[in-house]
């Protein structure tokens, strides 16, 4: 069982940017971020294979998020920059043991507790 730690959220004014982190306790082939708003779904943010040579977003964040990862340290990495107020949301890391990134979080063997985002417009 792999456990997965956030760190990183807190509270930016529009425009501003944060890096998240996502410390993982073994190696986890595909990794992604997920987030969350109040009423809202969990929605996909974006994901990366193993190598990070594969990396794929959400709509709404391309050009201003990456994805990156760590694997001497097991650890994911999520930049936001520009950010929104709409961005909002408890993000989450996830993971699974496939070498495709999958959009569905139901595809997701393994899940972090989240981090708090919020932007002040």
């Known amino acids: 069982q792999v456990q997965l730690v956030e760190s990183g959220g807190g509270l930016v004014q529009a425009g501003d940017s944060l890096r998240l982190s996502c410390a993982a306790s073994g190696r986890v082939f595909t990794m992604a971020w997920f987030r969350q708003a109040p009423g809202k779904e969990r929605e996909f943010v974006a994901g990366?294979?193993?190598?990070?040579?594969?990396?794929n977003y959400a709509d709404s964040v391309k050009g201003r998020f990456t994805a990156s990862r760590d694997n001497a340290k097991n650890t994911l990495y999520l930049q936001m920059n520009s950010l929104k107020p709409e961005a909002t949301a408890v993000y989450y890391c996830?993971?699974?043991?496939?070498?495709?990134?999958?959009?569905?979080?139901?595809?997701?063997?393994?899940w972090g507790q989240g981090t708090q985002v919020t932007v002040s417009a």
């Open positions: 996830a993971g699974r043991h496939a070498v495709v990134v999958s959009k569905g979080h139901y595809d997701y063997t393994y």
């Open positions: 990366i294979n193993y190598s990070g040579g594969s990396t």
